[in-house]
């Protein structure tokens, strides 16, 4: 069973920078789309970005221009880097992937809290 594994969240103040990596514990040496959601409380789960094998990125209008997400296919990873944090980007971040052929997996989230 593949586990994705991530890492990077933690408290960071407005303005500031986190990166976040998710790694598949089987390194399948490729995969499909790689991205990343979150859900803040009391909200429904959002999509962030999202990576195409086809090289496709495509961003929430929440976060363009302040995060970018980046892939490593012979790691089977899948990155994010946040800068110039809002406390609104406070949230649960999952990672997600499609390794092909159906297989479909979901991080166990890493908690981002922008304050001061």
């Known amino acids: 069973q593949v586990q994705l594994v991530e890492s990077g969240g933690g408290l960071v103040q407005p303005g500031g920078s986190l990166r976040l990596s998710c790694a598949a514990s089987?390194?399948?040496?490729?995969?499909?789309?790689g991205a990343w959601y979150r859900q803040a409380p009391g909200k429904q789960r959002e999509l962030v970005a999202a990576?195409?094998?086809?090289?496709?990125?495509t961003y929430a209008d929440s976060v363009k221009g302040r995060f970018t997400i980046s892939r490593d296919n012979a790691k089977t990873t899948v990155y994010l880097q946040m800068n110039s944090l809002k406390p609104e980007d406070t949230a649960v971040y999952y990672c997600?992937?499609?390794?092909?052929?159906?297989?479909?997996?979901w991080g166990q989230g890493t908690q981002v809290t922008v304050s001061s």
């Open positions: 089987t390194n399948m040496f490729s995969f499909n789309t």
């Open positions: 990576s195409t094998r086809g090289g496709n990125i």
């Open positions: 997600y992937m499609d390794l092909g052929f159906g297989r479909t997996y």
